[in-house]
């Protein structure tokens, strides 16, 4: 290791924006502007991509790829071999990002995040607070997650999504949002899970459709139509089965 752990192989640009304490493992290469605080660990052949900051204590896995171009951002790499006005990306204090993870520009992550390993997160996208992400979850571009959010292994939430805080996303769940699967013009617009429900395993949410707050929808159900609050859907189309009991509480909200 060489001066403030940069390992002798990984390559930095800018090593002066490196907070003493930073470790930056072999292979790793950081691009631009990366500003880390004190105690943030860049492990082996990650890339990271500035305008960037990476708050204290949070570690970046192997082979994760931080501040990736947007779509436009990366034409213009192509065309002109620079970005002008590359936007910025942000990882909050003691974030955890696991082997593989993929953060486009953008990105703006809060305090206490894990990931799993090979999440990949698209442009414009904002995360709360103590949010789990699980292996394998895919959040296409401006969507907004909140605080103490539960998202299991293998979910994908379209652009243009909303999830409150405390919502659990069960294993697989899927969101939609274009209505004609583009067989006829329609303004994309995704789901929206509203504060402390629960969406349970490999079920679909259509476009546009709102799951109210502390709901409950079933695994493998197929929600197109509004979900009330403190209400159990079920079934393909799902429908009311009753509601939620009263000592029924989301307990991500109470930790």
Request: with cysteine; proline share 5%; net charge positive.
């Amino acid at each position: 290791m060489g001066l403030r752990g940069i390992d002798l192989t990984a390559v930095v640009e800018e090593k002066r924006l490196l907070a003493p304490g930073t470790h930056v493992g072999p292979g790793a290469r950081i691009i631009g502007a990366v500003k880390t605080a004190r105690g943030a660990f860049i492990d082996a052949n990650a890339v990271l991509y500035g305008p960037l900051a990476v708050g204290k204590h949070t570690y970046v896995g192997p082979n994760c790829v931080i501040g990736f171009p947007a779509a436009d951002e990366l034409k213009e790499l192509t065309r002109s071999h620079r970005i002008k006005r590359k936007k910025s990306t942000k990882l909050g204090d003691n974030c955890t990002l696991r082997a593989g993870t993929i953060l486009y520009s953008n990105v703006r992550v809060s305090d206490e995040v894990a990931f799993g390993h090979n999440v990949l997160v698209r442009e414009n996208v904002t995360i709360g607070p103590r949010t789990k992400i699980g292996t394998n979850v895919v959040i296409d571009g401006s969507t907004r997650i909140g605080a103490k959010v539960s998202i299991q292994t293998g979910v994908y939430i379209c652009t243009y999504s909303v999830v409150e805080d405390g919502v659990f996303l069960g294993p697989c769940c899927v969101f939609a949002n274009d209505k004609y699967v583009v067989q006829k013009p329609f303004k994309l617009i995704g789901p929206t899970v509203k504060k402390g429900a629960s969406i349970g395993a490999n079920a679909l949410l259509f476009p546009g459709v709102t799951v109210g707050e502390g709901a409950v929808v079933g695994s493998q159900a197929m929600v197109n139509s509004d979900v009330p609050a403190r209400t159990i859907f079920v079934g393909l189309p799902a429908r009311k089965l009753r509601d939620v009991p009263d000592d029924w509480r989301s307990s991500l909200l109470q930790s």
